[in-house]
């Protein structure tokens, strides 16, 4: 009997490959936009990950408090004032950012506590500092007493299942102290631009403190100090910036003391380069971005060994960092009379800041932001 040819095999079974996913899209729940008068470092940072994730294919959308700019390349969308936005967010969230991957909290102080309303899409929460016993300098009890425990307490229990992004080594061990978990907390370094022409230094002495005038930068300190400064160098100290402890300052200014308010762009960078110091008295930082940018121009700093500026300072190399009032206004008059060593901390400071890139601190970013999203999709 004869058999016929042998059916014909099938062709082994080869699954597609799965679909490309989109590219995600990164929500940032921040207090106030890089348009605000107050807008500081926290903001500057916020503007360069939404920027950069942008860059690199990710749609990226800002929800804050008012007022906000234009022109970006995100989406900014204004949620409420300074503090009606904290009742307003999780409405605001549900209705304009409905198809949001991943969504970032940015802490500053007071917590949105995110997790507790917001079910089903994966957070992260970025924080610069931990306030701590700043609440209780910056208010009255109980609204201090209530403060702090939603920052230390209920911020950490909120997200006790999340990643944690620290701008700093300092903010990082804060954390830990509060109760976050070491695993659970990425570092990302503030970047900074190279700048494109850097102004001689001042042939007068010129000193600079540079920021935003809140009673924790201690600017009423530097004053006290210039004090005893001025009669030993000279010259003049710039406060540059606004705040609402500008008027009760300019009243307690001595003799050479010159307030600019806010200053454009070119401005800051022109008074950066010129300054001989840069002075930074603050009771705490996340970072100290005015540091980095006043490095990046050779331009040495001094300030207090505090949690921020031990990161951005290296003490004795980029800068000075001491911890009493008498070492800072030795520190200033030792640099100010020590041109030699001056210029050599500058350019430390200049070769050291060059080595912070806005692209790596994005990077690192856009790290955590995947991370995120797979530690979500597992869960």
């Excluded at 950069?52 to 204004?78: K, S």
Aim: aromatic residues 6%; glycine residues 10%; contains cysteine.
């Amino acid at each position: 009997m004869t058999t016929g040819p042998a059916p014909p095999r099938p062709a082994p079974y080869v699954p597609l490959p799965a679909p490309p996913r989109p590219a995600p899209h990164v929500g940032f729940l921040a207090g106030r936009d890089l348009a605000s008068p107050q807008a500081g470092g926290s903001e500057l940072l916020v503007d360069r990950l939404a920027h950069g994730l942008t860059e690199r294919g990710h749609r990226a959308t800002l929800l804050c408090g008012g007022p906000v700019g234009a022109g970006r390349p995100y989406r900014v969308i204004r949620n409420g004032g300074a503090y009606s936005q904290f009742l307003a967010a999780p409405l605001t969230v549900r209705r304009r950012l409905r198809d949001c991957d991943l969504l970032v909290e940015v802490c500053n102080g007071l917590p949105y506590l995110v997790p507790l309303w917001l079910r089903g899409t994966p957070s992260v929460c970025l924080v610069n500092h931990v306030h701590s016993e700043l609440w209780r300098i910056r208010y009255r009890r109980p609204i201090a007493t209530a403060g702090r425990y939603a920052e230390t307490v209920l911020m950490p229990h909120a997200h006790r299942d999340n990643l944690f992004v620290a701008v700093s080594p300092s903010t990082a061990a804060a954390l830990e102290d509060i109760g976050v978990g070491r695993e659970r907390i990425r570092v990302i370094t503030n970047g900074v631009e190279d700048a494109d022409a850097i102004t001689p230094e001042s042939p007068e002495p010129l000193f600079l403190a540079l920021g935003r005038l809140a009673d924790y930068k201690r600017i009423d300190l530097l004053l006290r100090l210039w004090e005893r400064v001025r009669p030993v160098t000279g010259g003049t100290l710039v406060i540059a910036g606004d705040g609402p402890e500008r008027s009760r300052l300019e009243q307690l200014a001595g003799a050479d003391v010159l307030f600019t308010g806010r200053i454009s762009e070119p401005e800051k960078q022109h008074l950066l380069g010129a300054a001989w110091l840069l002075l930074h008295p603050a009771q705490v930082e996340g970072w100290g971005l005015v540091i980095t940018e006043a490095a990046v121009r050779r331009t040495p700093a001094v300030g207090f060994d505090v949690p921020g500026l031990r990161d951005s300072v290296a003490h004795g190399r980029t800068g000075l960092l001491t911890g009493t009032e008498s070492g800072f206004a030795s520190a200033w008059a030792s640099l100010a009379l020590d041109p030699r060593r001056r210029a050599a901390m500058g350019d430390a400071a200049r070769r050291r800041a060059l080595d912070l890139q806005w692209t790596e601190t994005v990077d690192r970013f856009a790290g955590v932001v995947d991370e995120a999203l797979e530690r979500g999709r597992r869960r």
